[in-house]
């Protein structure tokens, strides 16, 4: 029986730092005609998550107030017109919000079965990461096989699906880490190259390997006339965040001269439409790489829900390989 309450976590005031986060009591959500509510076992902490904290990424229109943008669970009940889900179905799914709680709605075209052999906290750390990466590395970066992918922040949650995803298509990868640890731990996961930024320069080493036909990239700032100097003729330069600064100062003459593609994309704010296809690229093409073990499902630490400050504490440390995710209950 769904319960008419649920615990969730919301932010105290709105904003704050990580102890401003709380769990509170809530109605728990129904879902609409065309949405699905989940039993969440476990939930994936996302820098987005860290930003929505300090009050500059606020949901879309719509989505709950409470934090969270993706789940792993079972299917708790269907809305008017699902087709695809039944009741108990195991499933993980990107949410607008609302996934740091006891029950969430998504809808039903952005929930994906779990692969197979993954329990449900790999899969909570799943649908918010790869689907950036697809998005951005494989549709506007249009990697190929036999390219050469840089990716910054190698282990991240970002950077350790990059890497591996890359591999899985054929790429070449070129990862960037602070620290000979971290640097190790890229290696680790399968780039062909590691380059521990706390002593040696990405850009050169990027244009000894002939360059980067794609450069993934969260830190723009400082980086950026470096990354484009690390391009190839034709490369493609994708933004998915601005953790340098968010203004650079573009040489035009040198993006003419590179011939270079400079892009980028947020995944929050899509419609429901374009994540729904989104999904169904993912799953056709990502979940066969999941399932055949070319791609995990790398999870660092977990805390419980109620501990949801101490996972923001601990992501926002930046000691870490690969996601964060909370669970939920037994």
């Given at each position: 029986?769904?319960?008419?309450?649920?615990?969730?976590?919301?932010?105290?005031?709105?904003?704050?730092?990580?102890?401003?986060?709380?769990?509170?009591?809530?109605?728990?959500?129904?879902?609409?005609?065309?949405?699905?509510?989940?039993?969440?076992?476990?939930?994936?902490?996302?820098?987005?998550?860290?930003?929505?904290r300090m009050g500059f990424y606020p949901p879309p229109p719509g989505s709950p107030d409470t934090m969270g943008l993706e789940v792993a669970g079972v299917v708790a009940s269907v809305g008017?017109?699902?087709?695809?889900?039944?009741?108990?179905?195991?499933?993980?799914?990107?949410?607008?919000?609302?996934?740091?709680?006891?029950?969430?709605?998504?809808?039903?075209?952005?929930?994906?079965?779990?692969?197979?052999?993954?329990?449900?906290?790999?899969?909570?750390?799943?649908?918010?990461?790869?689907?950036?990466?697809?998005?951005?590395?494989?549709?506007?970066?249009?990697?190929?096989?036999?390219?050469?992918?840089?990716?910054?922040?190698?282990?991240?949650?970002?950077?350790?699906?990059?890497?591996?995803?890359?591999?899985?298509?054929?790429?070449?990868?070129?990862?960037?880490?602070?620290?000979?640890?971290?640097?190790?731990?890229?290696?680790?996961?399968?780039?062909?190259?590691?380059?521990?930024?706390?002593?040696?320069?990405?850009?050169?080493?990027?244009?000894?390997?002939?360059?980067?036909?794609?450069?993934?990239?969260?830190?723009?700032?400082?980086?950026?006339?470096?990354?484009?100097?690390?391009?190839?003729?034709?490369?493609?330069?994708?933004?998915?965040?601005?953790?340098?600064?968010?203004?650079?100062?573009?040489?035009?003459?040198?993006?003419?001269?590179?011939?270079?593609?400079?892009?980028?994309?947020?995944?929050?704010?899509?419609?429901?439409?374009?994540?729904?296809?989104?999904?169904?690229?993912?799953?056709?093409?990502?979940?066969?790489?999941?399932?055949?073990?070319?791609?995990?499902?790398?999870v660092g630490r977990t805390f419980p829900l109620a501990d949801a400050g101490k996972a923001h504490a601990f992501l926002e440390a930046g000691d870490l390989v690969g996601k964060v995710v909370l669970t939920v209950g037994a």
């Open positions: 029986m769904i319960p008419e309450r649920m615990t969730a976590i919301a932010i105290e005031g709105g904003k704050g730092p990580p102890d401003a986060m709380k769990a509170v009591q809530i109605q728990t959500p129904r879902p609409g005609a065309g949405q699905i509510l989940i039993q969440v076992a476990a939930a994936g902490v996302n820098r987005p998550d860290l930003i929505q008017e017109g699902v087709t695809r889900w039944r009741d108990g179905d195991a499933v993980t799914a990107l949410v607008g919000g609302g996934g740091y709680a006891e029950y969430a709605v998504a809808y039903a075209g952005h929930a994906l079965p779990t692969p197979k052999g993954l329990s449900d906290v790999e899969a909570a750390g799943l649908p918010e990461t790869v689907f950036t990466v697809y998005a951005n590395v494989f549709e506007h970066g249009a990697l190929k096989a036999g390219e050469m992918l840089m990716v910054h922040g190698a282990t991240s949650g970002i950077g350790v699906a990059a890497i591996q995803m890359a591999k899985a298509a054929g790429a070449r990868v070129i990862a960037t880490a602070r620290g000979a640890a971290k640097a190790a731990e890229a290696k680790r996961l399968g780039a062909d190259i590691v380059v521990d930024t706390t002593a040696e320069d990405f850009e050169q080493v990027a244009k000894d390997e002939g360059g980067a036909d794609v450069i993934l990239d969260m830190v723009a700032g400082p980086y950026f006339p470096k990354n484009l100097e690390a391009l190839k003729i034709g490369g493609r330069l994708v933004h998915i965040a601005s953790q340098g600064g968010g203004t650079v100062e573009l040489p035009i003459g040198k993006m003419m001269q590179k011939r270079a593609v400079i892009t980028g994309s947020t995944l929050r704010p899509r419609s429901p439409e374009e994540k729904a296809r989104l999904a169904a690229e993912v799953e056709r093409v990502v979940w066969p790489w999941i399932e055949a073990g070319k791609v995990k499902a790398i």
